[in-house]
């Protein structure tokens, strides 16, 4: 256990990658409460929404208003997604501490998903980085599909490589490995992180896991054992890859923190409160938490 982290930084995707592809409309004052329990429960990283077309996303259509809408903690980082120049310039005024931007490791995810190649992908990003720099914001970047993508199949760790090196290249502060389907297990995930740590510092790598096949846990804790301290999580389970058919939500904060606490890592944040922003949201999407943890504790309360 000694060569665990004793801290780790968890980011709740949830109010941007976990709402995202919800066909019914979750409410702006909704979106704003949610971020606001998450900070209420000890979260100092939050993805609050995304700068993209609502044609595209409409889920995320009302981005400035909910940014306008949330309590600004002092010592917590709100990021946006955005998926270029004109993402930018909408986020920008709207004073985000973060932006991410991301790219696939899959040339075949990176065609179906934003119709582009990678390289082209990359190329459009650069600008977008220099002027979130320029802006004084940092970059992170987000690679999905990284050791596996619903079109080609396994991606190969000298797959990932190219595209972290690519992404260091254009000035990408933060690199999450995100393994987007879910099939991802131990020793594939850490080949890929491996891979990662060549050009980035621990400091500067977080792991992204969704659950499909019931391995985002495991996979998490293969990246503890490497040290790498820092994963994205999403609050009650949501989220899911609407162009990977089948891939479930994006591993639960609760599930991480109870993980977490059972290991005597500190994270800083209050499980029950945590449980409570989960049960809220999914009441608002009128149905249970996907979250085992935060199911049992309910369930638990309820006697």
């Known amino acids: 256990m000694s060569s665990l982290p004793n801290r780790v930084t968890l980011v709740d995707v949830g109010p941007r990658d976990g709402l995202q592809n919800e066909k019914e409309n ?37 981005n400035t208003a ?37 790219a696939a490791a899959s040339e075949a995810f990176s065609q179906k998903n934003i119709n582009c190649s990678i390289a082209e992908s990359i190329e459009r990003f650069a600008p977008v980085v220099a002027a979130a720099h320029e802006a004084g914001i940092k970059v992170r970047g987000a690679l999905s599909c990284s050791v596996g993508c619903p079109y080609q199949g396994d991606v190969s760790a000298d797959e990932v490589e190219r595209v972290v090196k690519l992404m260091k290249d254009i000035g990408v502060d933060h690199l999450g490995v995100a393994d987007t389907i879910g099939v991802g297990t131990p020793r594939k995930v850490q080949a890929a992180m491996e891979r990662a740590l060549k050009h980035y510092p621990l400091v500067e790598v977080s792991g992204h896991f969704h659950d499909t096949y019931g391995q985002a846990l495991t996979n998490i804790y293969a990246c503890l054992e490497m040290g790498i301290h820092t ?62 943890v935060g199911r049992a504790i309910l369930a638990k309360r309820q006697g």
């Not at 004052?29 to 995304?50: F, N, R, Y």
């Open 66 to 102: 909910v940014m306008a809408a949330i309590e600004r903690r002092p010592g917590v980082r709100h990021s946006v997604l955005v998926p270029n120049m004109k993402g930018l310039e909408g986020a920008l005024p709207t004073k985000p501490d973060e932006i991410v931007v991301f």
């Open 231 to 292: 994963f994205d999580a999403s609050v009650a389970g949501l989220g899911g890859c609407p162009y990977a058919k089948g891939a479930t939500g994006n591993v639960a904060t609760e599930d991480v923190v109870f993980l977490l606490n059972g290991l005597g890592i500190e994270t800083g944040i209050d499980l029950d409160q945590l449980v409570d922003a989960g049960a809220f949201i999914s009441g608002v999407l009128g149905r249970p938490p996907v979250s085992r």
């Open 26 to 62: 979750v409410g702006t004052a909704d979106k704003a409460k949610l971020v606001g329990m998450l900070q209420e429960a000890g979260l100092k990283e939050i993805e609050v929404t995304s700068f993209v077309s609502p044609k595209w996303v409409p889920q995320m259509a009302d």
